[in-house]
């Protein structure tokens, strides 16, 4: 018995959970825990404050990371066995179906999360002071996650593959100078073919799936940095004075001291002259505050179950698309790019150089100057109409050709309601 | 709150176990599992002994597939139709029942899907029938299955499928060719039909088109041969045999059965007769062939055609570049031939041809060939519809050199034209004058020429 009770405190080496020490060793003893703090502010844990976006889109890349190794044992990048390994997971590998369907709903998913976290965050101004360069690696995630969607997209190599990353990559190629080479380089050639789906895979496999990892421990690190979750910060009463951020020199107020607990334990890892950088926390404020085991895990916990159920739900009754084996000499009409790309397509059927080059690289760069750029301090909406307006009318008229791009419209291009049918042409 | 908050991640958790649960269980029981387990239950009603039965019946089901690198296909029909080699389930239900007739064509060497169409890969019987969306292969129907001879036996005869070569003959000299490309060669007026086969169009669709090509598609520029229903059917046969697949070695081998019939035309085609007598019939210049598979082992007749001057150094006889199947069908001529059939090869011989005779013939040949006989017609006669171009109809060529110099009608031949409009503000019409110079040489187009000059010749004969 002692020998089992030696093993386990080895391995543990905290207090019983039933006290506060042992609460907060389970939190900073533990490699995988400590980028929680071990007390969090009961704010920042309201659901109606996040939705709980940037967790739910983390937890769908936990699936997707589980699913795609597993996926990658029966996989083949070469054309022909591509497609094979596609009928295989079908109809012989066990459970096969479900895995395929548990990434390819994930991924659809991701996207749209990271996609609404980013709405949230910008509605609820979050990207401003101390959190403009998080908002910007937030950015370079949201690029990550649509290139990991659109190269996974070619490695089934059937026609609704082939084709959309075709057309996908064509919308780049019209980037004046080096769109070209641009899509040579990501293609192994002039058009998709067996270079494209081995360099396709490595992409998606190999250096994205690190890059999105790299960017997340940032991002995740960054949000701790900055005082945890975003709240609404301006319905707080009477609190926001006590709110020092240091580092932050239009707020350089001075540090409250406040009087050593002789309950709390502080450890300091070295005296240095400055000011911390991360936000300190004001005695009211401490009083907000409730330790992470429990209550911050066991919400995480839930997010986590309610995304895999969601998830699990849909890949046992919808099934993820497979046409037929991919056939460059047969172009199906009309030949759509990814949903997420679609709004582009559209643009681009107008003018190539305004969806090929203009929007795609003045969405971006915008998106990435937005904490610059917005120079108004205050996060309190009605501060802000006048940009809360503009960021809706933009996700509105992305909204609007996205939905124009799926269902409206037809062979050639032309504009067909999705209630008609329209025949595919025999002849 | 956060009571609740532990119930609701303990009912979530138990959810996402059920629904694991639930996917395995579904992946668990696919439907030939039950196939298996109905068959080894016939197969158990045979066995006498308990002991047997029962070892019988605890046989682990498992997907029986046949690997066919060979064929770029791999076939797991057999999962459920488990009998297909077992002759003592020639009575059995379906599934399960024995394939009698296969000949030479086992599973195990060729599999199902070859023949058959549908979707090897799959293992329920909608997907695996092929008649779902975006599997171009259906199962093809008994009345067509024949036709699948033609995807490995492209040339020469199929024994027991004479539509497939009545359909490529009407295809070489109805002038399909002159509107639609086949493996590079033809127009392109019309759709290029090599790999027809794979397009997934019904084989009744096919067969209306033939009949009627408005019928069913409307607009189609393609003119109503008026061909019979057996046609019809024959061409139909041919084009489902187009699927242009990629095929291993030894299944390319058999592009060309090889038959005593195709060993005759062989026989007849390169003029054996000439040097070569059967039973004391033909000329002396070479040994007598009758019985000659009983002097000579199979392989030094093979060798003799590929090579004479190793077997006999200083033979006179020339090398025949014929293939391996050419020459395995001509020595099992060589083994059935007979005086009296060399009597009737001789009898049939055509006279002796002028160089100019030659040069027409060709002409005739390139004509007929590269399909300008489909709209201009066999006779020259033309008539085929064309609205709005002058007449309205593809012109007769009968009375062509009344009109034309010889170099413009070459010109024409090689740059093509597009007919002149009755009604300049009428449609386009749908026929036009391919352009040929990249197609035909102009050694050929000439000899095209002289055989319409020719034509002239006896035209005028007439009057």
Redesign the interface.
Known sequence: MNLIREIWQSIVRRDPLSTDKGKSELVFLNVWLHIHPAKVKKENMKFRHTFYLGFITFFLFLILLTTGIALMVYYRPYP?QAY?DM??L???V?????LRNMHRWAAHGMVVCVLLHMCRVFYTGSYKKPRQFNWVIGVLLLLVTLSLSFTGYLLPW??LAYWAITVGTNIGSYAPLIGGQLRELLLGGHSVGEGALIRFYVLHVAVLPAAMILLTIVHFWRVRKDGGLSRPVWKLKGKQEGLVTIGAPTQAAALQATAASKDKTYGLMEVVTGKPIFETVTLEEEEDTVFSY??AF??E??AL??T??TI??M??FLNAP???LANPAKTPNPAKAPWYFLGLQELVSHSAFLGGVVAPALMVLMLLAIPYLDRNPSRRPGDRKLILWLFTIFVAANLVLIVIGTFFRGPGWALVPPWVHVAAG?? | MERRLQQLFFALSLLALALILAAGWQANTPSWKNYQRSFLQLEAQEEPNAITKAAVLATPPEIHQVLLPGLQRVDRCTTCHLGVEDPTMKSAPEPFRYHANLGPHVSAKFGCTICHGGQGLATDKESAHGKVAFWPNPLLSTDYIRASCGRCHKEGEVPGVPELTEGRHLFETQGCRGCHKLNGVGGSIGPDLTGEGANRRAPEWLERHFLAPNAVSAGSAMPNFHFTKEQARDLTYYMLSLTNEEMGSYFSSLRLIPSPEYGRQLFVEKNCISCHAIGGVGANTAPDLLGVTKRHSIEWLDEQLVNPELVYPGSAMPEYDLETNARKALVAYLASATAEDAQLILSKKARAMTPEDIAIEAGKQNFSRFGCVGCHGTELQGGVANPNAQGGEVPSLLHVSDDYTKDEVIAIIRNGRVPPLDNAAGPTPPLYMPSWKKVLSDEDINRIADYLWSKRQKAKDAW
């Open positions: 022909a094979q009928k295989d079908q109809f012989a066990f459970m096969g179906t479900f059937d026609q429990p209550y066991v919400r916990a839930v179950m309610a895999v159920t699990m739900t890949s046992l497979l046409e037929e025999a002849e």
